[in-house]
């Protein structure tokens, strides 16, 4: 198994663009969220999907768009990417939807720099 | 979800043994203690969780008081590999608990040679 797979590992933006983060796993998990760190922080919960269809907003999802067509695939979309995005992002996985006890599986990151 | 409360930093030497304590004083009966670490530009990585009894894996154990206001991480022999950010997490079991896990600061481990 690949596991969680996060492309680009890097970009740069400008103030104003667009893009979209692309996360996918292998494990046919349930559940898939996204992340971001700022510098010596630890990780802040984006949005985050129990399933296929399903999406729900976590700690910090403005200037965020998510979607969830398939199982494998979570992408995540900056809309007017602004400076203050500029971040490292992590999307996770886990089996079940419950995080009482299951383990999240992380991908290795994307570092965005938005100028 | 509680707070814990980690140190900053804690230095180590490798080939022994590593103690990572982490203080939850608000815990409640129904909150699991996870523990994750990252190694340096990479994402978390999951070592272990428990509730009440201590736990051991492949990786670590979990030692948790018996009034489950604290919890320590044990490396039973550190190498330099074991050098990132711990986290101690806990997770509410009430309701859903889809909502992700709260990442605080961590405690930054250095295992010297």
């Known amino acids: 198994n690949a596991g969680v797979t996060q492309t680009p590992k890097f970009q740069v933006l400008k103030t104003g663009q667009s893009m979209t983060l692309q996360c996918a796993q292998d494990?046919?998990?349930?559940?898939m969220s996204w992340y971001r760190q700022d510098p010596g922080m630890g990780l802040r919960l984006i949005h985050y999907?129990?399933?296929?269809?399903?999406?729900d907003q976590g700690e910090v999802p403005n200037g965020y768009n998510v979607s969830r067509s398939t199982t494998e695939d979570f992408p995540l979309r900056l809309l007017s990417a602004a400076p203050s995005q500029t971040s490292v992002y992590f999307c996770?996985?886990?089996?079940?939807?419950?995080?009482?006890?299951?383990?999240?599986?992380f991908g290795p990151g994307t570092r965005l720099t938005v100028l | 979800d509680a707070k814990t409360t980690q140190p900053n930093s804690m230095e180590s030497n490798e080939e022994e043994p590593v103690h990572l304590p982490c203080n939850h004083s608000?815990?409640?009966?129904?909150?699991?203690i996870h523990w994750y670490r990252q190694l340096p530009s990479q994402g978390p990585e999951y070592v272990i969780h428990?509730?009440?009894s201590n736990v051991n894996n492949r990786m670590a154990s979990l030692a948790i008081a018996e009034d489950r206001k604290s919890s320590t991480l044990i490396l039973h022999r550190a190498t330099l590999r074991d050098a990132a950010v711990y986290y101690c997490?806990?997770?509410?079991?009430?309701?859903?608990?889809?909502?992700?896990?709260?990442f605080g600061k961590g405690t930054h481990l250095i295992i010297q040679p």
């Open positions: 996770a996985s886990s089996y079940g939807w419950s995080l009482k006890h299951n383990e999240q599986f």
């Open positions: 494990m046919n998990h349930e559940y």
């Open positions: 999907s129990v399933g296929a269809g399903i999406t």
């Open positions: 608000t815990i409640s009966g129904t909150d699991y």
């Open positions: 428990g509730l009440t």
């Open positions: 997490i806990l997770r509410d079991t009430s309701g859903g608990g889809a909502d992700g896990l709260t």
